[in-house]
């Protein structure tokens, strides 16, 4: 008896959380969005704000992959791929940065979210901008990694203006989007790794050039100083390092955070520090 009451009184079992992630399509004003959500297993996945996440230029919800089941174990995380992008529709018509958040914003609105932290890369960072600007109430965190921030030269240099390379008979242009992958990804980044994001670009490389004028056009320092939301700025080892201080600047409300060892892909060599970097900022 004396056994068996000892028995009774031992704290339940914690069962470790299953993550559970699924891809499906929602409609949005240009079209299908293809997405990945992840969210845990026995309810509860409103324990924390749902989070939203946006992928650079040239890349897709696979971004974000090595995050879906880490930030998946107390929240929904939402990964898309934007409009043009891996398998979402692409649209007839170049896409500027706010038409790209109203086709996020289409898709808060039909899950009624009432509260939404951002993550957001490169392109994915402007669109998390500028939902947080017109969408304050809903959008209450903010992470941004690689933010383009572009100085006045910058924007008219033919450095930002060029276009991407077009495709030659020989395959050589294969070889050029290689080497500038592994050159912007850095020693982190791994022949398998490297092969996906190639995919990615090429999939997605006619939309290249419109996206680059959508952010050298977007007024990112206005539309950052009027923010007054938390945020956090990764400051990767990337072409966009400088920009990721402008933005610090223009962005009061923000903390910045330097993770020296990751390239544009935040989530490539150091992905456990980044991802325990982002988990902290979050979970305040």
């Known amino acids: ?130 939902l947080a600007s017109v969408k304050p109430q809903q959008c209450h965190r903010l992470v941004l990694s690689s933010v383009p921030h572009f100085t006045p030269q910058e924007v008219k240099s033919q450095e930002w203006n060029s276009l991407p390379s077009v495709a030659i008979a020989d395959g050589s242009h294969l070889l050029k989007e290689w080497q500038r992958l592994h050159h912007a990804r850095g020693a982190h980044a791994n022949p398998e790794q490297l ?25 990112t320092q206005k539309k950052l100083a009027a923010l007054r939301q938390p945020g956090l700025i990764i400051k990767s080892n990337d072409e966009y390092r400088e920009h990721s201080l402008r933005a610090k600047s223009s962005y009061a409300q923000s903390m910045l955070e330097e993770v020296a060892d990751t390239s544009a892909n935040i989530f490539g060599g150091s992905a456990q520090r980044v991802l325990q970097v982002i988990r902290q900022f979050l979970d305040k």
């Open 195 to 219: 092969t996906d994001e190639l995919v990615d670009f090429l999939r997605s490389r006619r939309r290249s050039s419109a996206a680059l004028h959508a952010m050298l056009e977007y007024p």
């Open 1 to 130: 008896m004396l056994q068996a009451a000892r028995s009774r009184r031992r704290a339940p079992m914690v069962m470790p959380t299953t993550v559970h992630i699924r891809r499906s399509y929602t409609e949005c004003r240009v079209g299908q969005l293809h997405l990945a959500t992840a969210y845990p297993s026995g309810g509860g996945f409103d324990e924390r704000t749902p989070l939203i996440c946006l992928h650079p230029s040239g890349s897709s919800m696979n971004f974000f992959t090595p995050l879906l089941p880490e930030l998946g174990r107390d929240r929904s995380v939402y990964a898309f791929d934007l409009p043009g992008y891996g398998a979402s529709d692409a649209p007839s018509i170049d896409l500027s940065i706010a038409d790209l958040a109203g086709a996020i914003d289409d898709f808060m609105q039909s899950l009624r979210l009432r509260a939404v932290d951002i993550i957001g890369a490169q392109l994915g960072a402007l669109i998390a901008i500028e």
